[in-house]
C-alpha cells in the first residue's frame, strides 16, 4: 500500500479456536516478531498492546473475519484499530513456502502490505447479525423437519396392512400428519402397536420442527421489513431472499463500493474471456452462492408471473439471445435493484432497463 510508511508496522494474524498467531513487519516487508495470544477478551487486548509496542500500527489483516477472526476483528473495531479482512493464502505460494500459523499470519500481513487485501470486514453487531443467526436456526430446522417425513412415508410402506391401507392414500399432508397424531397405541404388544407408536412419535417431531420454523419466520419477517420496507414489496422478493442479501452485505453495507462491487460479490457479473480474434465472457462462477441462488429464484419467478419482465424476455428473444443468457442478464438487473433499496436511497425497480 502506497501509503504506508518505511517505519509503519502492519500485523498479520492467523486466527484458530483456542489460539491466534500474529506476525509484525515494517513498511519495508521486514519481518519484525511473532506471538500467540489466547481467544479471549483480555487475549484481544493483549495482540493490541503487543502491536502498538513495536511502532505505529498502520493495519491489522486478519484471516478468517466472520468465523475464528469474528471476536478479534470487532473487539480491535471497538479500540479504533483499521482491520483488513485477509482472503485464503494463495495455494501456489502455500505449496511453494509450505504451511505453519506463522506463515500465514505472515503471508497475511504481506497480502495487507502489497495492497492485496482491502476488503473491509463486516461489523456483526447489529440487526443483520441477529437476521442471520435467526436464520441458521430456521434453515437447519427446515433441513431436519425433511427427514421425519421422508422416514414416515417410508414406515408406512411396510406397515401392518391395516394401519397401511388406513393412511397410505391420503395426499394431503396436513391431514397425514392429524390422523397419525390422533393414533393412540398403548402397550406396544404388537407390530401394530409398534408402528403406531413410531408413526405418532415421528409426527410429534415433525410438528414440534413445524412450529420451530414458523416461530423464525415470525420474527424474521419482522426484522428483515424493519431492514427493507420498500425492497418487500418489490416483485418476486421474499423474506428468505433478502435475509440472505442482507447476510451478504452485512450491518456495514457501506463497505461494498458500488453497484459493480455487488454483482461481483453475488457472482452474477461476467467474466472476460476473450483470446486472440475471439471476444466472449463467461459464466462467473465465484461470488456468494447462496446470493447467487437467491437472485435466481427471483429471476425465475419474475419470467413466470411479472408482465414488464416477459415483455423484457420477448426483445431480447427477437434479438437472439438464448434463454440463459437472458436470465443472466435478469440476475443482473435485479441485483442492481437489491443494491439501490438496501446501499443507497435510490429504491427503483429495474427487472427490465429499457434498451438494454
Known amino acids: 500500500m502506497h501509503d504506508i510508511t518505511p517505519d ?46 513495536h ?3 498502520h493495519t491489522i489483516g486478519i484471516e478468517g473475519t466472520g468465523s ?21 493464502v494463495n495455494r501456489q505460494l502455500r505449496r511453494r513456502h509450505g504451511k505453519t500459523d506463522t506463515v500465514d499470519a505472515e503471508s497475511a500481513a504481506r497480502s495487507v502490505l502489497a495492497g492485496d487485501a482491502q476488503g473491509q470486514p463486516k461489523t456483526g453487531d447489529g440487526a443483520v447479525e441477529m437476521i442471520r443467526h435467526l436464520k441458521i436456526a430456521r434453515d437447519t430446522a427446515l433441513k431436519a423437519r425433511t427427514q421425519p417425513m421422508v422416514t414416515l412415508k417410508t414406515l408406512l410402506v411396510n406397515a401392518p396392512q391395516a394401519l397401511r391401507e388406513r393412511f397410505i392414500g391420503i395426499t394431503g399432508k396436513m391431514t397425514l400428519i392429524r390422523g397419525l397424531a390422533a393414533l393412540r397405541p398403548g402397550t406396544p404388544v404388537s407390530t401394530t402397536a409398534s408402528a403406531k407408536m413410531a408413526l405418532r412419535a415421528l409426527v410429534n417431531r415433525w410438528l414440534m420442527l413445524d412450529a420451530e420454523i414458523k416461530e423464525h419466520e415470525s420474527v424474521l419477517e419482522d426484522l428483515v421489513r424493519a431492514q427493507a420496507p420498500a425492497l418487500m414489496e418489490a416483485p418476486g422478493i421474499s423474506t428468505g431472499t433478502i435475509a440472505d442479501m442482507l447476510v451478504v452485505l452485512g450491518d456495514n453495507p457501506q463497505r461494498i463500493r458500488s453497484e459493480a462491487a455487488f454483482a461481483k460479490l ?50 431480447r428473444t427477437a434479438e437472439g439471445k438464448s434463454p440463459r443468457e437472458i436470465r443472466r442478464c435478469l440476475k443482473r438487473y435485479i441485483a442492481r435493484e437489491i443494491y439501490r433499496h438496501l446501499c443507497t436511497d435510490n429504491h427503483q425497480t429495474i427487472p427490465c432497463v429499457k434498451g438494454a
Open 8 to 53: 509503519a508496522i502492519v500485523i498479520g494474524v492467523d486466527t484458530h479456536k483456542d489460539a491466534h498467531v500474529a506476525v509484525a513487519i515494517n513498511g519495508l516487508g521486514a519481518r519484525l516478531v511473532t506471538a500467540s495470544f489466547p481467544v479471549t477478551t483480555q487475549g484481544y487486548r493483549q495482540l493490541a498492546d503487543w502491536a502498538a509496542s
Open 55 to 57: 511502532g505505529a500500527v
Open 68 to 88: 475464528y477472526g469474528a471476536g478479534l476483528t470487532r473487539s480491535l473495531a471497538a479500540m479504533g484499530v483499521h482491520v483488513i479482512e485477509v482472503g485464503r
Open 266 to 315: 453475488c457472482g452474477v457479473c461476467p467474466v472476460p474471456a476473450s483470446s486472440g480474434k475471439t471476444s466472449r465472457h463467461r459464466l462467473n462462477r465465484g461470488g456468494n452462492r447462496r446470493a447467487n441462488a437467491a437472485l435466481y429464484r427471483v429471476a425465475l419467478v419474475r419470467m413466470r408471473h411479472h408482465p414488464p419482465t416477459r415483455e423484457y424476455i420477448q426483445r
